[in-house]
Structures are given as structure tokens and as C-alpha cells.
């Protein structure tokens, strides 16, 4: 089946009701475009869960502070179209901002304590737009299950609470995050690195492996997450905003050695880089 564009709520809906009257499932792959193999992956396992998959590509203002890229993150809709329906999409929901946020529009979901350390800290407002913009899309598409990369954890935790919270009935699926051969995590922001910054970023990767480790030797929370900031700084980050290990649901600060997420978001110049890791 070749690959639909609807850019209304009440077309996407008619799809979706369609499918639904038909015994269908449908899976939800919410985006922002720039789509790279992470989110290939995300459709793919969308394939495995539904008979139907549904990808949603909208840059969403609110998720983005005052000095951040909204105005400069990459947009290609054909591109992402062709990429799509090559991975096996069978709609796509393109929505202008005017849809999704029509004159006097007026709420903002706050999903409380698991959005404001970490990224909540360091963008204010992010979550409350990215709940926001979630909250709509999965209400508008109805699916059966939507699917998220693990590699936006604080991310996925938030989606999870707020499905809890509101009752809304869709299965939320974490998708491991796809690497590249050095181990950078894929994100659409990494096209903003220099080839200097790229040499650096994959080792990231390498250094929380090496925490990991120190933790499983028996060294204390502390010592491991300060050797591993020095040794991000050592391998030319600009700065680590945090490296942390965490609980794995509330992503509240663990101070000893146990199952839990390890954390980090360092900087290369502009670009902020996040990863994460079970430990
Ligand atoms: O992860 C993203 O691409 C975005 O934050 C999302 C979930 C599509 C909401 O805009």
C-alpha cells in the first residue's frame, strides 16, 4: 500500500475509523521530520504491534524555548514521505501549526515531578509542550499503540505517566535507541555537528560504558559519575550539563549502586547531546 497524506484531524480520523470498522489495529509513530533510521525502527516495530501504521511529522513550537532551533530544525516533507512509505507507512499526519493550535487555544499539560530535573531543568517549558502536543496526538489518532525511542528517556517516562494519568487508552511502546557504528545515538540534531564534533560525540557512548563498568566494580555513585564527567570533558565536551544515575520510572537521583538509567546530556559547542543506558 503506498503511502496517504492527510493534514486535517477529521481526515485522519475517517482513516482511522476505517480501519478500526475493518478489525485493523493501528499503531501511532509521532515525529518531528528529519526522519533518520531511529525512527525507521520506530515504524517498523509500529508494523510488528498493528496491521497499520500512522506517522505524524510536526514541528511543534511549543516544545522549544525563546533561544532554541525551531525556526532552523530541519524540515523535508517529501523526504520524510519517501523514507516512510519505504519502511513500510501507511499514512501520514502533517499537520500546520494552525491545526494543532487554532486561534485561542489555551491548555498546557504539566505532568509534574518526572519532567522537572534533568531536561526540565535546563529547557523550561519542554515537557509542558511536549505533553501538550502528545496529549493531542494520541487523542486525535486513536491508535491501538504509539511508539517512542528510548533515546528521549525523560521523554518516554513523561508519555508513560500522562497515558496513566489521563486513562487514555493506548499502549505506550519504548523502541531501544539506534546507533551508529561508534555508538552516537541517532538524532536528527546530529546533522548541526561539526566533523571535529563528530569525532568527539562517539565518545559518549564509550565514556558512560566506562561508569557502567566502574559501577558493577563496586566504585561508589559519586566517584563513577565525577571520573565520568572528567573524562567527557577530557575527550573535548564543552560541558556536561548532567550525568546521572537514576530511577528508572521516577528518574529521582539514585546515591547507590542498583538497577536504574544512566543519564547524561554533555554539550559540543551549540549542541546539546543526550544518551541513556539500563544499568
Ligand atoms: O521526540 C520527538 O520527536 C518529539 O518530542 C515528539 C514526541 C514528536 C513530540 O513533538
Not at 56 to 74: A, I, K, L, M
Not at 180 to 194: K, Q, V
Not at 201 to 228: K, P
Request: charged share 20%; net charge negative.
Amino acid at each position: 500500500m503506498s503511502l496517504s497524506i492527510v493534514r486535517t484531524v477529521a481526515d485522519l480520523r475517517t482513516q482511522v475509523y476505517a480501519w478500526r470498522k475493518a478489525g485493523l489495529r493501528t499503531a501511532l509513530v509521532p515525529t518531528m521530520g528529519a526522519l533518520h533510521e531511529g525512527h525507521l525502527t520506530l515504524v517498523r516495530r509500529g508494523r510488528d504491534l498493528a496491521d497499520r501504521v500512522i506517522a505524524t511529522v510536526f514541528v511543534n513550537p511549543t516544545q522549544f524555548g525563546p533561544n532554541e532551533d525551531f525556526s532552523r530544525y530541519p524540515r523535508d516533507e517529501a523526504g520524510d514521505a519517501a523514507k516512510l512509505a519505504s519502511a513500510g507507512c501507511d499514512l501520514l499526519f502533517a499537520p500546520t501549526v494552525d491545526v494543532m493550535y487554532p486561534a485561542g487555544f489555551a491548555t498546557s499539560i504539566d505532568v509534574g515531578p518526572v519532567t522537572t530535573r534533568w531536561e526540565g531543568a535546563f529547557r523550561p517549558g519542554h515537557f509542558q509542550g511536549v505533553a501538550t502536543v502528545v496529549t493531542k496526538l494520541l487523542l486525535q489518532a486513536g491508535a491501538d499503540v504509539a511508539c517512542f525511542g528510548e533515546k528521549d528517556y525523560q521523554q518516554l517516562c513523561t508519555i508513560r505517566q500522562l497515558v496513566r494519568d489521563l486513562d487514555i487508552p493506548v499502549q505506550i511502546e519504548g523502541v531501544p535507541t539506534v546507533r551508529e557504528g561508534d555508538g552516537l545515538a541517532l538524532s536528527s540534531r546530529n546533522a548541526y555537528l561539526s566533523p571535529e564534533q563528530r569525532q568527539v560525540a562517539g565518545q559518549l557512548n564509550r565514556v558512560m560504558r566506562g561508569v557502567i563498568d566502574r559501577l558493577h566494580a563496586g566504585e561508589t555513585v559519586d566517584a563513577a559519575l565525577s571520573a565520568g564527567t572528567q573524562a567527557l570533558l577530557d575527550a573535548g565536551f564543552t560541558a556536561v550539563d548532567y550525568l546521572a544515575l537514576v530511577d528508572a520510572l521516577t528518574l529521582e537521583p539514585l546515591t547507590a549502586p542498583g538497577a536504574g538509567r544512566l543519564i547524561c546530556t554533555a554539550r559540543l559547542g551549540g549542541v546539546r547531546l543526550l544518551d541513556n543506558m539500563a544499568v
